[in-house]
């Protein structure tokens, strides 16, 4: 799906433009809410139509976009008389249900102005780590890029419970990109690029380009954006740029004023290269998107089995249990010093597990029943951390 990325060199200097970024035809873009939004908390029409122009010209390119968007809660405020972002989980969910039309409605008004047509698309961590959900989820997105459509990705932050505590869509975006096989993901801010320092201070300087962690020491990560409106800050863009490049895909940080001239390849904000080899993308997402329900502690030979010859987990290598999880859920595997040594997804419910650890499947089935020759954790459904 896709030209890979880092197929092309990717230059920064003399004035050269990025060719990764020239490149990309699947590109996944990120803008805030602090950059689509007034202060008093209502949608800024002419930023929003700037980004759209911008969207605009790469599906005129025939280049595929897909926009993850912020802002449902920020655009909520003004219409229901909130003078600032609640802090109540509960104000903050009816304020993403009034925003989240308006928000839509504007984007759609917009990209009409260049005959696209857009397509909502409302995650949660559900979504994308269960198998049949993930499933449907990348064939919902496929299937709107081949019908020529933009989808506009948000958290379903009217229903979202630990979700929306994560606050800003950094992270969604990284985890979109990597869900679609993106070649590029641009990360639109407040702030212009990556800066070793407070960028209004003397000495300060920026960071053009991130290839390696060595790159990042030293650095003062942080800002929350503007006040009252965004949650997000430097600390998730760095983080979400992270798990793209781990996952093969290049990304740009910078302004969104600056939308155009990143997506053109100017060398504008800071350039993170990828790594080259890109994981499963399933697995990715269970690594990176998901909060462990419970943990399984194994016995030395069932991490043996499961870290060293990447086996499945059986009953027979587990010797306790702890947490409150349905099957389907995320857990975490953890070595006899209580250490996560992996993560999947549990085939039997907390409850039904203890009656069963210590025994081989041939004997469970015996015992009681065909049902119960099924492996805790598939190897498929299970990333080592």
């Known amino acids: 799906m896709g030209t890979p990325p880092g197929a092309a060199p990717v230059t920064t200097q003399n004035g050269r433009v990025r060719e990764a970024v020239t490149t990309a035809r699947r590109v996944v873009v990120k803008i805030g809410s602090s950059s689509l939004t007034t202060a008093a908390g209502g949608l800024a029409d002419e930023r929003v139509d700037a980004l759209v122009d911008t969207l605009g010209a790469l599906a005129a390119e025939g280049r595929e ?97 630990e979700e929306i505590r994560f606050g800003d869509n950094d992270r969604l975006a990284a985890l979109v990109a990597a869900l679609v096989d993106a070649d590029l993901l641009v990360l639109l801010s407040d702030v212009d690029a990556l800066w070793t320092g407070d960028p209004t201070r003397p000495g300060s300087t920026r960071i053009t380009d991130v ?5 990042l020491s030293g650095v003062a990560i942080g800002g929350a954006g503007r006040a009252g409106v965004g949650t997000g800050g430097m600390v998730t863009k760095v983080e979400a740029a992270r798990i793209a ?24 904000g800071t350039f993170f290269h990828p790594r080259q080899q890109r994981p499963a993308a399933r697995l990715f997402w269970l690594a990176h998107a998901t909060s462990p329900r419970g943990r399984l502690h194994l016995d030395p030979g069932a991490v043996a089995a499961v870290v060293g010859r990447r086996k499945s987990l059986l009953p027979a290598g587990i010797t306790a249990v702890d947490g409150a999880f349905t099957a389907g859920d995320p857990v975490d595997l953890v070595d006899t010093e209580g250490a996560p040594v992996a993560r999947g997804l549990v085939n039997y419910d907390a409850v039904e597990l203890p009656g069963l650890l210590g025994r081989s499947t041939s004997e469970l089935a015996a015992a009681l029943g065909p049902a119960y020759e099924r492996e805790v954790v598939h190897r498929d459904d299970l990333v080592l951390l």
Do not use: C, M, W
Request: charged fraction near 20%; glycine fraction near 8%; proline fraction near 5%.
């Open 65 to 161: 976009v897909v926009l993850v968007s912020s802002g449902a809660i920020a655009a909520g405020l003004a219409p229901l008389g909130l003078s600032r972002r609640p802090r109540d989980l509960a104000t903050q969910q009816a304020a993403a249900s009034v925003g989240q039309g308006l928000l839509i409605g504007r984007y759609a008004a917009s990209f009409a102005r260049h005959r696209l047509t857009v397509g909502q698309v409302l995650l949660t961590v559900d979504d994308v780590t269960r198998r049949a959900h993930y499933r449907n989820a990348y064939r919902t997105l496929r299937k709107l890029l081949d019908l020529r459509a933009v989808p506009i990705v948000n958290e379903n932050d009217t229903v979202a419970t």
């Open 211 to 215: 290839r390696d962690e060595g790159d």
């Open 245 to 268: 490049t781990g996952f093969g895909i290049p990304v740009v940080l910078t302004a969104a004023p600056l939308a155009a001239a990143a997506l053109t390849g100017e060398p504008v």
